[in-house]
């Protein structure tokens, strides 16, 4: 007799419970997010090539146009709120000034030198009309940086934001004589509305090809001066059409950033993402740790972006009350998704559950970089990574993508001796992220630097894996765990050696940083008298509660000094967290908003590197050094001592 079948009450939450272990276990689903998202963005962008309409005007075009999204809001910023058509209408008065009275034309590359503004967004819309080349200066620049990143341009004009003129001095103007430099005053934008709204012919955007450059982004110059990254339109394109898929953002939404449209993730990931799929973009003139909720919630924003440490410094804003109701303001908004990279794992999660965010939305990539990865995290699984994938993207893309060994002393990947190649590294080992590029069509993928061959050329390494094949190096050091998760270990040249040992300031700084006294945390090796390699260091913000009053000696005690409980604890805290080859042997104690970063709130560590721990070289700022079980006040005699080899670390 046939065995009975079981009762669909037994079976069917079985089937189930097998499938969502599957699911788990392979991130099926995952995965079928990310190629639901990208494989339509590739045929759209097809379709936008085969069309002659790769040009991101075409797109506001299209919207400014149609009768369904012509009176939908583009662009929100401080008071003022711009319709798409309201937008379009002034973009073409202001290309047609561009063009009769400065004469812009097809091809050429016009510089602009802006902080966020609406006048931004619509001198850039204004150049794409035409058919030139935004190329986006960090309006930080002075000196010799800015100068070099016009001359890199090849730009005759320089068009620049009157809150940052003064940025453009006399030694600018007369390095760069040939250069016009035009401050775009409320009255040079009066006489640009002046100007018919005459729209540019098609002709003076044809023939733009994928990898054609739609503007030019420079990169932070952390390691020298700025480099000039070529930004094809397929990259705008994909960017723009991936993201806004794989995060979910409908026309309705607002997207709001207060990071800087001269850098890559706001321009491709917040700019082009938002008008990807005709959705509000919100944007503030600059990062304000104070004002940033109130931005968010005045525009009524529901996608919000971060880059480096821009969470941390929200989380060490106090909490702030309505002052009708007395509630706190933490969590009065209605944003749903934090999207963009450099979310550090130390807080992570204090970010989310202090603001209320329940998704975080991180990825990793490079301006200039051919591929990224991508982790749309919701819980605990993937924390603090920079991407996951699973089963079926490893089959699709797995051979595009290689974790390789790391020869520090060279800053290279490291080559078998007997067969020339790289090795690729175990699940969970470091080594440097490489993109996979076609070998007999580099350009395709990788555009490089504008008018900079070598430091092109630095970036791509040919037979890695198998003689004939090329490689884009990000510079990077990663883990990829066998669960598809990867976590960003540390950027080549920051790693150092101590004992023999490589340390990973990411990973050092991770561990100060979840100590309950610490704000922020910047790690580095420091040269020290009578050692090999460099000693770890942490220049740390501590939080105020947990500084005494200011010392009054040593180098000055700027930013007060730390009680010796905290010391101690920090002590003990690193111990416990931390390989001894790891520990940071001093700790900077520095002032809040002193830890240098780039205008995305990216740490800079060079300086820090250079100065050391030598008294006498680090301005006002008292250091510390690890002896026994606490932090001790390091002096000038210490320093001897280290120097006449009476100390050994």
């Excluded at 998202?37 to 069309?51: D, H, L, V």
């Excluded at 794409?128 to 080349?133: E, F, K, M, R, T």
Aim: hydrophobic share 40%; aromatic share 10%.
């Amino acid at each position: 007799m046939a065995p009975s079948p079981l009762p669909l009450s037994i079976t069917l939450p079985a089937v189930a419970a097998a499938a969502a272990y599957l699911n788990a276990k392979t991130l099926f689903s995952y995965d079928l997010n990310l190629l639901a998202s990208i494989i339509p963005t590739i045929a759209r962008t097809a379709w936008w090539k085969n069309r002659g309409r790769l040009n991101f005007f075409y797109r506001l075009e299209d919207l400014a146009t149609s009768k369904s999204t012509e009176n939908r809001v583009f662009l929100r910023f401080e008071d003022k709120t711009y319709t798409y058509a309201q937008a379009y209408d002034t973009i073409l008065r202001y290309a047609d000034w561009l063009k009769k009275r400065r004469g812009v034309h097809k091809g050429e590359m016009v510089a602009l030198d802006f902080q966020n503004t609406d006048t931004f967004v619509f001198l850039l819309f204004a150049l794409w009309a035409l058919g030139a080349v935004p190329a986006l200066i960090n309006y930080n620049l002075t000196g010799k940086p800015l100068a070099h990143c016009v001359k890199k341009a090849k730009a005759r004009l320089v068009l620049i934001d009157p809150v940052v003129a003064g940025n453009v001095g006399e030694d600018v103007r007369s390095e760069l004589s040939q250069v016009s430099f035009e401050v775009v005053t409320p009255e040079t934008e009066t006489q640009m509305l002046s100007h018919d709204a005459a729209r540019p012919p098609d002709e003076d955007r044809a023939n733009v090809t994928p990898d054609g450059m739609g503007i030019l982004i420079y990169t932070s110059g952390t390691t020298g001066l700025p480099k000039a990254a070529i930004v094809s339109w397929a990259k705008i394109a994909v960017v723009g059409g991936f993201t806004s898929r794989w995060i979910g953002t409908k026309k309705n939404d607002v997207f709001y950033t207060a990071m800087p449209l001269y850098h890559s993730t706001a321009m491709l990931l917040g700019f082009a993402h938002a008008l990807s799929v005709g959705a509000t973009f919100a944007m503030s003139r600059k990062f304000s740790t104070s004002s940033f909720w109130d931005d968010v919630r005045k525009h009524n924003a529901n996608i919000i972006q971060y880059v480096g440490e821009t969470c941390r410094y929200l989380l060490s804003a106090p909490t702030r009350s309505d002052p009708v109701t007395g509630e706190s303001l933490d969590r009065k908004h209605n944003v749903r998704v934090a999207f963009g990279n450099g979310l550090r794992p130390d807080v992570w999660n204090q970010f989310k559950e202090r603001f209320g965010i329940k998704t975080i939305a991180e990825f990793y990539g490079a301006t200039e970089g051919s591929f990224a990865t991508w982790n749309l995290s919701r819980n605990d699984y993937s924390m603090g990574a920079i991407g996951r994938s699973g089963t079926l993207s490893n089959i699709l893309i797995g051979r595009s993508i290689a974790v390789v060994e790391v020869e520090y002393d060279t800053e290279l990947p490291l080559r078998d001796p007997k067969t020339g190649f790289c090795r690729r590294v175990p699940h969970g080992e470091p080594g440097e992220l490489l993109f996979r590029l076609p070998p007999k069509d580099v350009e395709s993928r990788f555009q490089g630097y504008y008018g900079d061959k070598e430091a092109t050329s630095k970036k791509i390494m040919f037979d890695v894996l198998a003689k004939g094949d090329a490689w884009f190096r990000t510079g990077d050091v990663v883990r990829w765990d066998a669960e598809g998760r990867v976590y960003f270990n540390d950027r080549i040249g920051d790693t150092f050696r101590w004992k023999s040992e490589n340390v990973s300031t990411a990973e050092v700084a991770h561990v100060v940083g979840l100590h309950p006294a610490v704000l922020e945390a910047n790690v580095y090796g420091v040269e020290v008298p009578g050692h090999e390699g460099r000693a770890g260091c942490a220049a740390v913000v501590f939080k105020p509660e947990a500084l005494s009053a200011s010392s009054g000696g040593g180098n000055g005690g700027g930013a007060g000094l730390p009680s010796d409980e905290t010391l101690r604890t920090l002590a003990s805290h690193v111990r416990a967290g931390l390989p001894k080859y790891a520990l940071p042997l001093f700790v900077r104690v520095v002032n809040s908003g002193t830890i240098q970063a780039t205008g995305t709130n990216k740490q800079q560590k060079m300086s820090l590197r250079k100065e050391g721990v030598e008294p006498g070289k680090t301005g006002t700022d008292d250091v510390f050094w690890l002896r026994g079980n606490s932090y001790v006040r390091f002096r000038a005699e210490d320093w001897k001592a280290l120097q006449g080899g009476k100390v050994r670390l």
